[in-house]
């Protein structure tokens, strides 16, 4: 076993582990999918051979060049009428654009589609034998076409509905182009040219026809607007006979003012009538005449003041009372003519108030008596006028009614001869337009054609998607490679980092060790003792702030780097001045003496259990004077048996007293029963975990197996960890530094072992 020596005078920079799960921030997620890939590179290197193979070698056999063969037929917008010598636009260019993909549906029809069959039958074409696929898009209904055998006229009708034979206009030009996609073009040729031959064969025979079948119509709806024509012309002078002339406007004009005027009239009478009704029903209401309360009281004030009795009342009265104010002056009150006075006064004022109320009540009577006189003379005047007033309402209408029946009669007349002559007007037009367009029609036939062809067939494009099928291919593959390595590393639920133990079990991480394989070589030992260090000052500085007399080192399973793990912090321990035992407590599979190459035959753990003195049992290693109780391969099957006997424990208790600490090294908590054992024993247990080895599950199920039995887990120690994931990375790049600079390395007197390294045979193997 080779000796790491340990470096004097360097500055350590002793850091607490981070035991709080950090957030997962979208930075750290897309490293992690990087991360994920690029450890699983072989996949994506593999699965991109394979399917690139297996595809470009598929692509470039099976799939051929595509050949695009184009014929035109050219229908012209606009031509020259040979009898005006003016350009004929036929209704512009919405019309024309439909006239164009009318012509293209015709292209199609099946009509079209029979001739150009029945002209290709002899001819002897592939096409028409295999109907092979001319995409990989028809490759299904091109199949389902050659099990039916059809006719070859359905055979073009599929090859249309595929898209194979397409029939449109071109953009923003004059042409119909008639467009066959085929891996042989002199096929294609022959095909396209025959379906351009046959329409315009059939084009041709239907303008011919269209022209007749036009002719005839417009010859006989000519011979019918004449005769129209004739029949107007009699109406309207058979009409005009009566008042000698066609024009009654004036006529017309004359009446309709006699009628406003008799109109006007009536109107006024009917609102006199209405008011005189209105007056008589009010005066039978009421029978006399209306007099304003105001204009009465008036009335009745004078009537009675003008009395003589009450004047002659009212000069006594005057002069009885300045007579009672002399006598007030001159008499006491007490007199007796004061007081005759007085009542003579009240007496003359009582008889003043009924002789006015008296003549009050006369002058009520009187006016009572004229208003009724006055409101019968009334009502019979109202009624004598109204009488007048509908009597000659009666008359005024029977004159209105015969006007209007006239006035009418003649606007009727008037309106039959202005709709008669309106109507020859537009038959006479429209006659005009159909004798001049059969006019048209008879010059039109010498004209030249509307629809001719353009060009014959000939290929126009060649699309070769093998290519593109290729990059595409290989743009896949390396997608599907890293999906696979992606989806293969998420399914890995081995542990790497401090993170994923922090993030998916939620025990504290004491320290890391770091990989040999991610650290230059000169830089391994330095970087080992000085991550020692750091899970050394870790563990003292957790909880109580002291590091646990006896303490257990064990993992979940095998080849976790635990006896390693043990090792090491044991010498780091002693190194520091502490008096430090190390016990290989792993009776089933014991290590430590061999990879320490402790002396053959010497005592162990056994053998203390037995009943033998510790100190004849103990070895002390020279190197760094750390005490090893070892253990051999004796009694393996009774481990459990031993561990459980009452003076075990008392054993050890016993000998951790001559110590300041005591390492136990245990096999895995979920392979055997006895590292629980051992926990009990202990004061608290460290469970070690392998970085690529480990998986979360594992660590998860042994740290929960210690919590039931209530054992102190003081966190776990993360091995063979890439430096740049470790507690102490920082630290090596200082020393990366420095180890550019130096060439020769100091020596050393602390000897640890390299982190674990896995062997064939499933035992754990190490190097110090």
Same mark, same amino acid.
């Given at each position: 076993?080779?000796?790491?020596?340990?470096?004097?005078?360097?500055?350590?920079?002793?850091?607490?582990?981070?035991?709080?799960?950090?957030?997962?921030?979208?930075?750290?997620?897309?490293?992690?999918?990087?991360?994920?890939?690029?450890?699983?590179?072989?996949?994506?290197?593999?699965?991109?051979?394979?399917?690139?193979?297996?595809?470009?070698?598929?692509?470039?056999?099976?799939?051929?060049?595509?050949?695009?063969?184009?014929?035109?037929?050219?229908?012209?917008?606009?031509?020259?009428?040979?009898?005006?010598?003016?350009?004929?636009?036929?209704?512009?260019?919405?019309?024309?654009?439909?006239?164009?993909?009318?012509?293209?549906?015709?292209?199609?029809?099946?009509?079209?589609?029979?001739?150009?069959?029945?002209?290709?039958?002899?001819?002897?074409?592939?096409?028409?034998?295999?109907?092979?696929?001319?995409?990989?898009?028809?490759?299904?209904?091109?199949?389902?076409?050659?099990?039916?055998?059809?006719?070859?006229?359905?055979?073009? $009708?599929?090859?249309?509905?595929?898209?194979?034979?397409?029939?449109?206009?071109?953009?923003?030009?004059?042409?119909?182009?008639?467009?066959?996609?085929? +891996?042989?073009?002199?096929?294609? $040729?022959?095909? &396209?040219?025959?379906?351009?031959?046959?329409?315009?064969?059939?084009?041709?025979?239907?303008?011919?026809?269209? !022209?007749?079948?036009?002719?005839?119509?417009?010859?006989?709806?000519?011979?019918?607007?004449?005769?129209?024509?004739?029949?107007?012309? !009699?109406?309207?002078?058979?009409?005009?006979?009566?008042?000698?002339?066609?024009?009654?406007?004036?006529?017309?004009?004359?009446?309709?003012?006699?009628? *406003?005027?008799?109109?006007?009239?009536? *109107?006024?009478?009917?609102?006199?009538?209405?008011?005189?009704?209105?007056?008589?029903?009010?005066?039978?209401?009421?029978?006399?005449?209306?007099?304003?309360?105001?204009?009465?009281?008036?009335?009745?004030?004078?009537?009675?003041?003008?009395?003589?009795?009450?004047? !002659?009342?009212?000069?006594?009265?005057?002069?009885?009372?300045?007579?009672?104010?002399?006598?007030?002056?001159?008499?006491?009150? *007490?007199?007796?003519?004061?007081?005759?006075?007085?009542?003579?006064?009240?007496?003359?004022?009582?008889?003043?108030?009924?002789?006015?109320?008296?003549?009050?009540?006369?002058?009520?009577?009187?006016?009572?008596?004229?208003?009724?006189?006055?409101?019968?003379?009334?009502?019979?005047?109202?009624?004598?006028?109204?009488?007048?007033?509908?009597?000659?309402?009666?008359?005024?209408?029977? &004159?209105?009614?015969?006007?209007?029946?006239?006035?009418?009669?003649?606007?009727?007349?008037?309106?039959?001869?202005? =709709?008669?002559?309106?109507?020859?007007?537009?038959?006479?037009?429209?006659?005009?337009?159909?004798?001049?367009?059969?006019?048209?029609?008879?010059?039109?036939?010498?004209?030249?054609?509307?629809?001719? &062809?353009?060009?014959?067939?000939?290929?126009?494009?060649?699309?070769?998607?093998?290519?593109?099928?290729?990059?595409?291919?290989?743009?896949?593959?390396?997608?599907?490679?890293?999906?696979?390595?992606?989806?293969?590393?998420?399914?890995?639920?081995?542990?790497?980092?401090?993170?994923?133990?922090?993030?998916?079990?939620?025990?504290?991480?004491?320290?890391?060790?770091?990989?040999?394989?991610?650290?230059?070589?000169?830089?391994?030992?330095?970087?080992? +003792?000085?991550?020692?260090?750091?899970?050394?000052?870790?563990?003292?500085?957790l909880d109580d702030g002291g590091l646990p007399q006896k303490l257990v080192v064990t993992s979940p399973g095998m080849r976790?780097?635990?006896?390693?793990?043990?090792?090491?912090?044991?010498?780091?321990?002693?190194?520091?001045?502490?008096?430090?035992?190390?016990?290989?407590?792993?009776?089933?599979?014991? =290590?430590?003496?061999?990879?320490?190459?402790?002396?053959?035959?010497?005592?162990?753990?056994?053998?203390?259990?037995?009943?033998?003195?510790?100190?004849?049992?103990?070895?002390?290693?020279?190197?760094?004077?750390?005490?090893?109780?070892?253990?051999? %391969?004796?009694?393996?099957?009774?481990?459990?048996?031993?561990? !459980?006997?009452?003076?075990?424990?008392?054993?050890?208790?016993?000998?951790?007293?001559?110590?300041?600490?005591?390492?136990?090294?245990?096999?895995? &908590?979920?392979?055997?029963?006895?590292?629980?054992?051992?926990?009990?024993?202990?004061?608290?247990?460290?469970?070690?975990?392998?970085?690529?080895?480990?998986?979360?599950?594992?660590?998860?199920?042994?740290?929960?197996?210690?919590?039931?039995?209530?054992?102190?887990?003081?966190?776990t120690v993360l091995s063979n960890v890439p430096v740049t994931h470790t507690y102490y990375r920082y630290r090596y790049h200082?020393?990366?530094?420095?180890?550019?600079?130096?060439?020769?390395?100091?020596?050393?007197?602390?000897?640890?072992?390299?982190?674990?390294?896995?062997?064939?045979?499933?035992?754990?193997?190490? %190097?110090?």
């Amino acid at each position: 076993m080779s000796n790491l020596e340990k470096y004097h005078g360097q500055v350590v920079e002793q850091r607490l582990a981070n035991f709080e799960m950090r957030p997962e921030s979208d930075n750290e997620t897309t490293s992690n999918l990087v991360a994920g890939i690029l450890r699983r590179w072989r996949i994506v290197l593999l699965t991109f051979l394979l399917l690139c193979f297996v595809g470009i070698t598929a692509i470039w056999l099976l799939i051929k060049p595509l050949y695009t063969v184009t014929s035109a037929v050219k229908v012209a917008p606009i031509l020259t009428n040979i009898l005006s010598g003016e350009k004929d636009d036929y209704g512009g260019r919405s019309v024309y654009d439909r006239f164009m993909y009318t012509q293209a549906e015709m292209v199609t029809s099946s009509r079209v589609i029979q001739r150009v069959a029945d002209n290709l039958v002899d001819k002897d074409l592939s096409f028409f034998k295999s109907r092979v696929p001319d995409s990989l898009e028809n490759l299904q209904r091109a199949l389902k076409y050659t099990k039916a055998k059809p006719e070859p006229a359905s055979i073009l $009708k599929a090859a249309i509905l595929d898209g194979v034979i397409t029939v449109a206009p071109a953009a923003d030009s004059e042409l119909i182009l008639v467009t066959m996609k085929s +891996v042989e073009p002199q096929e294609a $040729k022959v095909i &396209v040219d025959a379906f351009v031959s046959a329409y315009m064969a059939i084009e041709v025979s239907n303008s011919t026809r269209v !022209e007749e079948q036009e002719l005839t119509v417009l010859e006989n709806d000519r011979r019918v607007r004449k005769q129209k024509l004739q029949s107007q012309h !009699e109406a309207i002078r058979q009409l005009a006979q009566e008042y000698g002339t066609t024009t009654l406007a004036g006529r017309q004009d004359m009446m309709l003012q006699r009628v *406003t005027t008799l109109l006007a009239e009536l *109107t006024k009478l009917e609102a006199r009538r209405i008011s005189l009704e209105a007056q008589v029903q009010l005066l039978e209401q009421t029978k006399e005449q209306a007099i304003a309360p105001e204009e009465l009281l008036k009335m009745r004030s004078e009537h009675v003041n003008a009395d003589p009795t009450v004047q !002659e009342f009212t000069r006594s009265i005057v002069e009885l009372e300045q007579g009672l104010i002399v006598a007030k002056q001159t008499l006491t009150p *007490t007199n007796p003519a004061l007081k005759q006075r007085q009542d003579v006064l009240d007496a003359f004022k009582l008889r003043l108030e009924e002789q006015r109320q008296e003549v009050a009540n006369s002058f009520d009577a009187l006016v009572s008596e004229v208003i009724s006189k006055a409101g019968k003379e009334k009502l019979y005047n109202a009624r004598a006028e109204l009488e007048q007033t509908k009597a000659y309402e009666e008359r005024l209408r029977g &004159v209105l009614a015969k006007e209007d029946t006239q006035t009418i009669e003649l606007g009727r007349k008037q309106l039959q001869i202005q =709709d008669l002559q309106f109507q020859l007007t537009l038959d006479k037009e429209m006659y005009d337009r159909v004798l001049r367009r059969i006019q048209e029609l008879e010059m039109e036939r010498k004209r030249p054609a509307r629809v001719s &062809v353009a060009y014959g067939a000939d290929v126009s494009y060649i699309r070769d998607k093998r290519i593109k099928y290729t990059v595409a291919l290989i743009f896949a593959a390396m997608a599907c490679g890293m999906l696979l390595a992606f989806l293969r590393d998420k399914a890995d639920l081995r542990l790497r980092t401090p993170d994923d133990v922090v993030k998916r079990i939620g025990i504290r991480v004491i320290g890391t060790t770091t990989s040999p394989h991610t650290v230059k070589r000169a830089l391994i030992p330095r970087q080992i +003792v000085e991550d020692y260090r750091t899970i050394r000052t870790n563990l003292e500085l957790l909880d109580d702030g002291g590091l646990p007399q006896k303490l257990v080192v064990t993992s979940p399973g095998m080849r976790d780097g635990k006896t390693t793990f043990a090792i090491n912090l044991a010498t780091t321990m002693c190194n520091s001045g502490k008096k430090v035992l190390l016990i290989d407590g792993d009776l089933r599979k014991p =290590d430590i003496a061999r990879l320490l190459n402790l002396p053959s035959g010497s005592g162990g753990l056994q053998d203390l259990l037995f009943g033998k003195q510790f100190d004849q049992l103990v070895y002390q290693v020279p190197s760094t004077g750390l005490d090893v109780l070892a253990a051999d %391969s004796r009694n393996v099957a009774d481990a459990y048996v031993l561990l !459980e006997l009452p003076q075990t424990a008392h054993n050890i208790d016993t000998v951790s007293q001559k110590y300041d600490h005591v390492i136990i090294d245990t096999p895995p &908590v979920l392979s055997f029963p006895d590292a629980l054992v051992w926990a009990k024993i202990a004061d608290a247990v460290i469970l070690t975990s392998l970085a690529g080895q480990t998986t979360a599950p594992d660590l998860k199920e042994a740290k929960e197996k210690l919590a039931q039995i209530n054992v102190r887990v003081l966190g776990t120690v993360l091995s063979n960890v890439p430096v740049t994931h470790t507690y102490y990375r920082y630290r090596y790049h200082y020393y990366s530094q420095d180890g550019q600079r130096s060439k020769k390395p100091r020596q050393a007197d602390t000897k640890l072992m390299l982190p674990l390294q896995s062997s064939g045979d499933g035992s754990e193997s190490a %190097s110090s």
